[in-house]
């Protein structure tokens, strides 16, 4: 491989929660690890990678010249994420005025909804459904209405359009969010899947608010469908969120943005989001999207994407052979993979609570369920080196599903 997927660096200290947050005590972070095991991150949604070369050089380039006063998006900002539309996603209709820069995916989302909803309405939002989305809407004093996916015979989660349908009609739900592809499912619609969830959106005047942040990481050669482009209804009712933080492990940078094409809306949602006057770019997350949706960083991802399939694959074969009473539906994009222990824990004696802090102890530091709405079932974060994919699984083996006596 050209780059270097394969390094373990020692994170301690370097800001990352992934490692640094552990035994916090709010409920959110795993507990730290018994005495003689490290911790292997596959909690957080953050990668063991060092982020792409072309962006660490952007950023020094821009370093190197010593000013960092009021400035302007520029042109190359809005043409690196234009030809990165164009070229990963197939979309030939952005334009500059159809982008705005958001701080953060869930700040988009929050801002979104200040605009399509009152305080009080009630958000359609799939389950199980991401902890961010969760916590955003119960502190804006939005109520989420939880539509359950499904896994089907094949072991595909998949939604279920007639209790969508319903719970919109039942109570009164003019707003949705919709995760492309889902987290913590890993589900990469397929365009069919997308087309008849906006059917039903437009059917009743719904609007969506589509979270496509994971758009770029997809495994085995599934393909991205962006929302706004199924129909010429979702097109222009659609707000899509999009960052390169998940692709690129930017997080601490912040640095999203919105794609609207209707106007009306588009010129309502600009107007919400300047009235905090907070909402503005740092100018190093800016020269830092442009060095990842570059040529360098498209062929990074390339590999990345390699990577995580291999990992993911590992993951669910081991998961298949060795834990009977465990199902895991295999993830078509993202790097988290949601495993369901239930039939375990009841078949083996052992509470929930139990096994998912015997992971902990030996430093798997997977996550619970219960954030994600989906108790007895674990996420796990497979965006390490392979090494630590097979050390993880072999702690598994020996201290969680192999049980004395």
């Known amino acids: 491989m050209r780059f270097d997927f394969e390094s373990i660096v020692d994170r301690h200290g370097h800001d990352a929660i992934a490692i640094d947050g552990l035994g916090d005590g709010t409920g959110f972070c795993p507990a730290r690890p018994k005495e003689g095991f490290d911790s292997i991150p596959l909690w957080v949604a953050d990668m063991s990678f060092a982020t792409a070369p072309s962006v660490t050089r952007a950023i020094h380039e821009r370093v190197d010249h010593p000013f960092f006063g009021y400035y302007q998006y520029s042109d190359a900002y809005y043409q690196a994420i234009i030809d990165w539309h164009r070229k990963r996603k197939g979309v030939s209709d952005l334009s500059p005025e159809h982008i705005s820069y958001e701080n953060g995916v869930l700040g988009g989302l929050v801002n979104a909804l200040s605009v399509l909803c009152s305080k009080g309405d009630k958000v359609l939002v799939h389950s199980p459904t991401y902890v961010g989305f969760t916590n955003a809407c119960g502190k804006n004093g939005y109520q989420l209405v939880h539509s359950p996916l499904r896994l089907d015979e094949q072991g595909v989660w998949r939604m279920d359009f007639e209790d969508m349908e319903r719970r919109i009609v039942e109570q009164q739900i003019h707003a949705a969010i919709f995760c492309s592809p889902h987290n913590p499912c890993g589900r990469v619609w397929e365009r069919w899947e ?3 969830a906006m059917e039903l959106f437009e059917k009743h005047e719904v ?21 706004q482009q199924v129909s010429d209804w979702a097109h222009e009712h659609v707000v ?15 640095g999203s943005y919105r794609v609207t ?20 770019q740092n100018v190093l997350s800016m020269h830092a999207l442009i060095g990842a949706y570059s040529e360098e960083g498209a062929a990074w991802t390339d590999e990345l994407c390699q990577v995580l399939s291999d990992n993911v694959s590992y993951a669910c074969e081991h998961i298949s052979e060795r834990y009977e009473g465990v199902q895991c539906a295999h993830a078509e994009g993202t790097y988290v993979l949601l495993a369901d222990c239930r039939k375990w824990c009841d078949e ?7 096994f998912v802090r015997r992971g902990w102890d030996v430093g798997v530091t997977w996550h619970d369920g219960r954030l994600f709405e989906c108790p007895g079932f674990v996420r796990i974060a497979l965006s390490v080196p392979h090494t630590q994919v097979v050390e993880a699984f072999d702690r598994l083996d020996r201290y969680v599903f192999e049980l004395e006596g």
Do not use: C, M
């Open 348 to 354: 083996h004696g052992v509470s929930y609570a139990d």
């Open 207 to 227: 609007f969506v608010i589509s979270d496509e942040i994971w758009s770029d990481l997809l495994l085995d050669g599934h393909v991205h469908t962006p929302t």
């Open 194 to 196: 997308i087309e008849r």
């Open 240 to 254: 899509a969120l999009y960052a390169p933080s998940k692709t690129f492990n930017l997080a601490g940078l912040i």
């Open 261 to 280: 094409y209707n106007r009306w809306l588009r010129e309502r949602l600009n107007r919400e989001q300047a009235l905090s006057h907070y909402n503005e």
